[in-house]
């Protein structure tokens, strides 16, 4: 073979072999978790692989006690219960989910991983093409609790005490303690044994609404919890009452609340008795509002035209409450006002410095030219002088 064929034949060979030198089976990253949940609840799995070629993601499922007759899952399964997100890039991942929980639903979920170029061939052995990851999903009863109903307080509810109280009736296994929790925060010194628990609120203002749990924990299954909300008109507890900028500059404006459900936020700017809508249509003005927080950023504030009074209004179903703020804006050489200022005085004192001078007595200035007489000597020095010199001519 001649050197440049045999040189091509190496070229040749190399690139053949390359994909199989990169090629990498599939494998698990992160696998599914056994989970144990209750009636009404909703799970997740994981499923997390890496391969070259990206790997293929299926989801399986098998009854309980079928564990040799899975079916593979699709997004919407189940009457729409069932989601299935996944995405293909350097890895695979996808992720299982299914809501409001049935006892139907338990069993065992299988991730199926694969980039063999033959794994949908049907003359193939799926044991031999695709690896596996289980998941045994549990699910149980969820135990009954009574709970108390929906409270809403009036203007003068705090002088009426509130209290809160939920009582397991039914469980699958033995209860271990109970204790609340106020919009996802456990409430301090509320746990017990007790299987009917109660929370009291001895002056409930506005700032103590809010969505109240009551939670049970057991020995051998996850929590469970039920639900009263306590509901009241929203308080604005923090705002600015007054904001001084610059033309050209951006001010920001907020309002903070308390109350439940989280209020509806609006803004508008107060001209007298007439009210103007403000959006985020304008470029200037924009809004963002989360639960009970609010702000108004307005950018490149105009002198003539964005100077006034400023309203946010919360309103809930309970009822709406308002706060203004003022807003001033300067014009952009007032940073200068102070140092004009003292330059002004600078040159005032400058003018009364030399008008002082020109307005001087003639006989207060002394003139350069004159002779300077001789220096005055004490009388009586000369006097007896005198005298001494009269006493030696005797």
């Not at 390359?18 to 696998?31: D, E, H, I, R």
């Not at 069932?82 to 809501?99: E, K, P, Q, W």
Request: proline share 6%; net charge neutral; aromatic share 8%.
């Amino acid at each position: 073979m001649q050197p440049n064929a045999a040189m091509m034949a190496v070229v040749l060979l190399g690139n053949l072999m390359l994909p199989l030198a990169s090629a990498q089976n599939a494998g698990f990253v992160k696998s599914p978790l056994s989970e144990t949940k209750l009636t009404g609840d909703t799970f997740e799995l994981y499923c997390d692989v890496v391969g070259n070629p990206t790997p293929e993601i299926q989801w399986w499922y098998a009854e309980v006690n079928r564990a040799e007759s899975f079916k593979q899952l699709w997004d919407g399964a189940r009457k729409r219960r069932v989601s299935i997100n996944t995405a293909y890039g350097t890895n695979g991942v996808s992720v299982l989910g299914i809501t409001r929980l049935t006892l139907e639903d338990s069993g065992t979920y299988e991730c199926r991983a694969s980039n063999d170029p033959k794994r949908n061939d049907l003359r193939q052995n799926p044991a031999m093409t695709w690896i596996r990851a289980q998941a045994t999903i549990s699910v149980l009863q969820k135990p009954k609790i009574n709970a108390s109903t929906e409270i809403t307080l009036s203007t003068n509810s705090s002088i009426i005490p509130v209290i809160l109280q939920c009582s397991l009736t039914t469980d699958h296994t033995s209860h271990r303690e109970s204790f609340w929790m106020k919009n996802g925060q456990e409430i301090p010194n509320t746990r017990t044994e007790q299987r009917t628990t109660v929370h009291r609120i001895p002056k409930p203002r506005a700032d103590d609404s809010g969505e109240y749990l009551c939670v049970y924990t057991f020995d051998k299954a996850p929590n469970a919890n039920a639900t009263t909300k306590v509901n009241a008109k929203p308080d604005i507890t923090g705002h600015k009452r007054s904001e001084n900028k610059n033309e050209g500059e951006n001010a920001t404006l907020y309002c903070k609340s308390v109350g439940y459900p989280h209020p509806i936020w609006t803004w508008r700017k107060v001209d007298g008795t007439s009210y103007k809508d403000i959006d985020n249509s304008t470029g200037r003005f924009f809004i963002t509002k989360r639960d009970n927080y609010t702000e108004l950023n307005i950018l490149n504030l105009d002198i003539d035209t964005d100077p006034g009074t400023y309203e946010c209004n919360a309103t809930n179903e309970i009822g709406n409450t308002a706060e203004t703020t003022i807003l001033r804006v300067r014009s952009h050489l007032a940073p200068l006002w102070p140092f004009l200022g003292v330059l002004a005085e600078i040159i005032i004192l400058v003018v009364i410095i030399v008008v002082y001078e020109k307005r001087k007595r003639p006989d207060d200035i002394i003139d350069d030219d004159e002779p300077v007489g001789p220096m005055k000597t004490n009388s009586t020095n000369n006097h007896k002088d005198k005298n001494i010199r009269q006493r030696n001519t005797k």
